[in-house]
């Protein structure tokens, strides 16, 4: 029989195998990286490194905007902005749901002349302005807010994370939750009782489950 | 400083002892030139330095600008003389293609490889020069003060002045410029106008004559016709290529890039197909142009087949030295692609950037800015200047602001509790604008509803109603 006959080699050439040790050097790899405090040490403690992972890609499931999904993240952008040796790195948000206000971001301390704001015509051509921001290698953060995408995209979009060193996060409806992503980070925020409840619903080198905000 | 330069000059010599004779290619000589300005339409001077010029008379009606362009292989300073001569400055192409005699040898040897009949002189004087060359005296001579007598035979017709004024001189029996150059000149100013005075001031080289350097054409034009008709957009720009090369080195050859290119795609019987890309900056690197342009054709839906291709740049702009990278990291990106390339394929109203506004209405506190500035931000440590925000001690603004401000329902106040006193305290009030006709009163709060999210919601003063105008993301 061919198929038993076939060495490790061709097998191992064959595109549907998943090498686990290319899987642990790029994991490897990111842990490497610097990581982001996210400003809140209950989420921080739960995330490896200590906050958000740079050069990869983060999925929030969120349903309603205005939940604080963006407070996570700010503290953490204008940190990377502030710090920055040399050039400042950018920031781009592409097919945000309304208009960014630019007092708020600059009273978070965002520099502005440094974000960009993207507004494609379609959900593909979205991707690709992530795509192509994420693996420009000048963004620190790439935010992308989505309806829904196709796993597919997602993998293009963690590789040119990874590639271009940027945080790609990627805001989508709650419904994607069952669906497989290749996110090294999955966060699900819904609404609270008297707080918005934040889940970790994957963690790459780490555990998931609720997380603590404490009180904000 | 110092030591690096130095050792960076001396790379080659150094590598060898390294034991890697290629480890060090030599580096690409643009940068260097690239500090050189563009030609410009400026008046050349020639009486900075003793000038010497060659001037070239051609037979029929050449087409002056393309033989200047040989002209300027042997000097930067070529200038029109319509409508059939050339004037070169050959002073400082002396060093290079000298001697004098073997500076003209070379200059006419090109006219008459290309075929055609030019008859040239070399004096110090532009028009000097212009009319030996016209009156096919082969003067080559570089001695100003023998110039006045070397001019004396020449016949008045060289002087290419109108008939009338030639008319009368023959009238008065002078034949010859001598007969000319004897008359007294305040005479001669009255006689025939004080440009011929003026010109026999420059043949003599009393007086400078400013020329005009001739700048070659400003633009890259191009046309290409097919054989057979394209109709995939994949294969317009595999044609394109060879326009692109062109294009690209017709600017590094005026050491000029552009800013914008148009293209027009040709079709048999509809109207021609325009587009025209843009650039962030000024660039003339092809795989830049090609780049960009491969962007907007790949949302170009091709209404017909295209029969014929037109590529125009846009007005040649000098490089500046930034923009050329041949020392830079090759394969990153810069900013300035990146939202280039965003732009080519999405539009230019799509990509923006934000920014802050002194104003107290929430709604005017910012504007969209379609003009990115790219260098690095003014002010470093992130936070702008305190002059650019309305007020910073203010209440917390909302990440996200509702293009417009959402009336509240009867029942949405009394779910937010805006009623009661424990929903809401110690609001911020604005109150302005009432001399532009859109004044507010508001009072805002920013409330937390039960299930967790955070919103700014405001009391309009007069109507009492409320409206939610953000939210704290």
Redesign the interface.
Known sequence: MPRESSSLADLLADARVWKLKDASASHRLSSSRPVWSTGKSGLDARLPGGGWPTASLVEVLID????????LF?PAL?ES??RADG??P?LVWIA??????????????????????????SAT?AL??AE??L?????AAVFLWLKGTDDRWLRRLKLAAEEGGALGVLFRPERHRFESSPASLRLLMT???????LELLKVQGGRPGLVDLGAS | MKAGQRRVQTAPQTAPQTGDLFAAPPPVIAPAAATLPIPVLAPVSPRRRPSLWYAVVFAGAPDLPALALHAQQFTSCVSLAEPNALLLEVQGSLRLFGPLVRLRELLDARWQALGIRAQSAIAPSTLAALWCARAGETLCSDDAATLTGRLLALPLICTAWDEERLQTLRSMGIQRLGDLLRLPRAGLARRLGPQAVRDLDIAVGKQPEPRRAFMPRERFRERLDFETEIEHVAYLERALEPVLERCARFLRRRQAGVQSLALRLRHRVRQPTALRVGFASVTGEQPRLAEVLAQRLGRLELPAAVRAIELHSGTLQPLSAISLDAFGGGGRDTALQLIERLRARLGEQAVYGVTTQREHRPEAAWRRVQQLSLTAPSARGGVPSLETLPSLEAMPRPVWLLAEPVLLSRREVDELRLESDDGRRDPERIETGWWDGKGVARDYYRIRPAHGARLWVFQERHTKSWYLHGMFA
Do not use: F, K, T
């Open positions: 309603v905007n205005g939940l604080g999904e963006l407070q700010l204008a902005q502030r050039e400042v950018w945000p749901p309304h208009e960014p206000y630019a007092p708020a971001l600059a009273q978070q301390g965002i520099e502005l002349g440094r974000l960009l704001v993207v507004r494609p015509p051509e690709w302005a192509q921001a693996r420009s290698g000048v963004c609404q609270g009782e008297q707080q918005p409840r």
